[in-house]
């Protein structure tokens, strides 16, 4: 009867060890599996032109809206021109001369407004953190507010 | 932590295997099971059940922690400065620790009630009391941070306190301490204490949708100590008890003539009939002076403003708003069952538990079946009052809280020990020591309507050997007991800030939710306020200088200032641009007599700094907060006084500039 409360009191033991350390090693897995799938290489489904966020298609005018362009810059003032010029020239983050034609208008909003997500899987933004080394801050800018600055970085690029 | 818990479950089963047998309970750390580790084991990433809020004592802020883990999550500054979080330094936040004395920089938490509705937690806002400067704070759940803090008058010691009715209509402040009161000309003989020395109690209303503070009214009682107290709840709504000692009137060595007489009473309020009297208007107004301090979260700076009227009504006057009923010896803790049927009285000095039926003492109060009077206070005989005694249950009692099964805990200081008892049949059921001297505990849900039952915590007054030694001083030990089976069940020991009174155990999902992240930039009123870089600035005001700063990964705008002369004051004005969670930027600047800011996302705060010397002081971001932090620093030239150095400032290139000029 002894050895038998020692076997099973030995089992507890054990399980309760193995249970414990397992726990913390599925957890670490797991995460790392979700990153694996998650990141543009590893996931065919990903669209390295869109990036990823809400926005899928962003309608564009022939013309610039200058409205827009004018709120936009608003909250350039605020929200981006610390780290960010309107020359080609690197401050913190890239300069924004040219970024229209470097990235989609999805890209660029959804990068905006989806910053820690894409900055995880997006090849190029991930290229672009090895040259900046700061992680590009999500400054919570709302919907209408990314559209409004996408304008004025077209406006920035010669968009009449 | 999980590699502590896990590895002497993981070295006794090893020296199992191995054939030894090292296991025999030699010690206190030895009563705890071997299932222990896991019923604590929260996992890297893995939220706690509950938040467990815990008094700092004489550190004088609040403490919150995770349970089961125990891991401490965050101090909150209430009544101690702080030169962390930069509070009490900080232009903003220095108004809040203002009283009618003048900027109090320390004092003494001692209970910590959680806003309730219906009798339950809601998760909105938690209150401490000042025992020394007699204030209560209210913490907002939101922000994490003390949003209000009111000045008590007429008081000494606020330790019946910040004690609080079901719905929140009011939090009650007691004084420890009898004085005269302020009105009066208090340059008296100690030796007239019968005489001129009153007590106190304050009710604090709370507003619904807000919780601004107000003293409502306060009630002038005879002169002795109130010590703890609790509100009525279900059947005993409308009324609230405190505990006294010292109905001797002793004003000298209390330890011994405060101790004399066999039972004190403990107080019944019935505070809907006094609410009903005010509103009545037959509160008397009274001169006094008192400070009532605000924090706004969207000028993210406070205000204190000193009142000096406070109503107050004479409990002798208005016979039926108090009664006393005895409690044997120098009772310390007076807690409500669940239900509301039962006041549970603790004589510290008492070798049984008094337990008294609300019912039974609203028969007595009919039937007017008193003993006599004390200073015109009705007193109830005891045996009409009382429900029961636990007998023999441990010595020392000091508080009891409540599960969700009918049985309530009280902690024995004297013999350390928590002892379990049924409160219909009043049998002891279980009893587990502490290490040691159990002062306060606290059950989970423990005082509300509907108690969770699951988890007690005891905060211990001394540590002894706990914990790895730390010289004279140790941390103070609380201990967490699995209570959800018969036996209670030592499960963890965890280390505590200052010296823990009481404390809360609320879930988690009652606050985790509603957590702010950061402050909408857009919703900034601070005065001053940088909108961006462009709203930078350095304006001189004869010899004072305002810096206009930002703070953003990584760096600080304008971070070349000259033109600042000796003699000059300068304000830092930084706001953190940063519109995302978790990203304070920090700011210090050498020689400062004062502590650093830690600016919130969204936040401006105020450094105020009198240069004393001539040359070039550094400034930097105390808060690491990127790849480039240690870059995020900057420079001020100081020049002697009436130098013709010009104010200069910006970021990248210097560009001299008149005044109030915006840089770029």
């Keep these: 009867m002894k050895r038998l409360a020692m076997i099973l009191f030995l089992g507890t033991c054990i399980t309760a060890c193995g249970g414990g350390s397992s726990e913390g090693t599925t957890t670490a897995s797991e995460t790392s599996s979700t990153e694996n799938t998650k990141t543009a290489g590893g996931n065919p489904s990903y669209d390295p032109n869109r990036g990823e966020g809400k926005f899928t298609k962003v309608e564009l005018g022939e013309t610039l809206d200058a409205a827009m362009a004018a709120n936009g810059q608003k909250v350039f003032e605020v929200k981006c021109v610390s780290c960010h010029k309107l020359t080609s020239e690197k401050l913190v983050g890239p300069g924004w001369l040219g970024v229209t034609e470097r990235h989609t208008a999805e890209w660029i909003m959804n990068f905006a407004t989806n910053t820690d997500a894409m900055l995880d899987k997006d090849p190029k933004a991930q290229a672009q953190l090895e040259i900046c080394l700061v992680r590009m801050p999500n400054q919570n800018i709302a919907d209408e507010d990314a559209r409004n600055v996408y304008e004025f970085m077209r406006k920035n690029d010669g968009v009449k | 932590m999980k590699n502590y818990k896990l590895l002497p479950v993981a070295v006794f089963a090893f020296s199992l295997l191995l054939g030894f047998n090292a296991c025999k309970p030699k010690n206190a750390g030895s009563a705890v099971s071997s299932d222990a580790a896991a019923k604590t084991y929260v996992a890297p990433g893995k939220y706690d059940e509950f938040y467990n809020f815990v008094s700092g004592g004489f550190s004088g802020q609040l403490s919150t922690y995770g349970l089961p883990s125990g891991r401490l999550l965050r101090v909150i500054p209430v009544f101690s400065v702080d030169p962390e979080k930069g509070w009490g330094y900080s232009e903003e936040t220095k108004p809040m620790l203002n009283t009618s004395h003048g900027f109090v920089p320390w004092d003494d938490l001692h209970h910590v009630q959680l806003s309730k509705t219906n009798g339950e937690y809601d998760g909105r806002w938690v209150f401490g009391n000042a025992n020394n400067t007699p204030r209560v704070a209210r913490i907002d759940l939101k922000t994490f941070r003390t949003a209000e803090i009111i000045e008590l008058p007429n008081s000494g010691g606020n330790h019946s306190s910040p004690f609080i009715t079901e719905n929140t209509e009011y939090v009650v402040a007691g004084t420890r301490f009898s004085i005269p009161p302020d009105d009066v000309n208090g340059d008296v003989p100690i030796s007239t204490y019968k005489k001129n020395f009153k007590g106190t109690i304050s009710f604090i209303s709370v507003q619904k949708d807000n919780g601004a503070m107000d003293i ?424 002697p006084a009436g130098s013709n150095v010009p104010l200069k400032f910006g970021t990248g290139k210097i560009e001299p500039t008149a005044d109030s000029v915006k840089t770029k």
């Excluded at chain 2, 409160?423 to 969770?452: E, N, Q, W």
């Excluded at chain 2, 940063?578 to 990203?583: H, P």
Aim: aromatic share 12%.
């Design chain 2, 216 to 639: 409502a009214f306060q009630l002038r009682c005879p002169g002795f100590n109130f010590d703890l107290s609790r509100a009525g709840k279900g059947v005993s709504s409308g009324w609230f008890f405190f505990s006294t000692y010292n109905t001797e009137q002793a004003y000298t060595l209390l330890e011994v003539n405060a101790s004399q007489k066999d039972k004190d009473f403990v107080m019944a309020i019935n505070w809907k009939k006094a609410e009903e009297y005010i509103k009545a208007g037959k509160g008397r107004k009274q001169s006094v002076k008192y400070a009532h301090n605000v924090y706004d979260e969207k000028t993210h700076s406070s205000t204190s403003t000193i009142k000096t009227e406070v109503t107050i009504m004479d409990v002798k006057d208005f016979p039926d708003i108090a009664y006393f009923f005895p409690c044997p010896k120098s009772p310390h803790g007076c807690d409500v069952s669940p239900t509301g049927e039962y006041i549970v009285g603790s004589g510290k000095l008492a070798a049984l538990i008094p337990v008294f039926s609300f019912d039974k003492m609203i028969k007595a109060i009919a039937a007017k079946d008193y003993i006599g009077n004390f200073d015109g206070i009705p007193i109830l005989k005891y045996e009409s009052v009382l429900y029961g005694e636990v007998k023999k249950p441990g010595l020392g009692p000091l508080h009891t809280e409540f599960d969700d099964k009918g049985n309530a805990y009280t902690s024995m200081f004297v013999s350390s020990e928590v002892v379990k008892w049924n409160i219909k049949d009043l049998k002891v059921l279980d009893r587990a020591p502490t290490y040691y001297s159990v002062g306060h505990l606290c059950v989970a849900g423990g005082d509300t309507k509907k108690p969770y039952g699951k988890y007690l915590v005891a905060y211990n007054k001394i540590t002894k050997d706990r914990f790895l030694p730390t010289g004279p001083e140790l941390s103070q030990s609380a201990q967490l007991y699995d209570i959800s089976g018969d036996k209670m069940q030592l499960i963890l020991d965890f280390p505590t800030i200052g010296e823990p009174h009481y404390a809360q155990i609320v879930a988690a999902d009652l606050i985790k939710n509603n957590s702010t992240k950061f402050f909408k930039m857009e919703d900034n009123k601070n005065p001053y306020f940088s909108n961006g870089e462009g709203g930078t600035k350095v304006v001189r005001t004869g010899n004072r200088v305002d810096v206009y700063m930002t703070a953003i990964r990584s760096h600080l705008t304008p971070d070349n200032i000259e033109g600042v002369k000796m003699g000059d004051e300068v304000y830092f004005h930084v706001t953190n641009l940063e519109q995302d969670w978790d990203v304070p930027h920090g700011f210090a600047i050498k020689g400062a007599l004062t502590g650093e800011l830690l600016i919130m996302p969204g936040e401006t705060q105020t450094l105020k700094w009198v240069p004393d010397r001539v040359g070039i002081s550094p400034f930097y971001c105390t808060d690491f907060c990127s790849a480039l932090h240690q870059e995020m620093s900057g420079y001020v030239r100081v020049s």
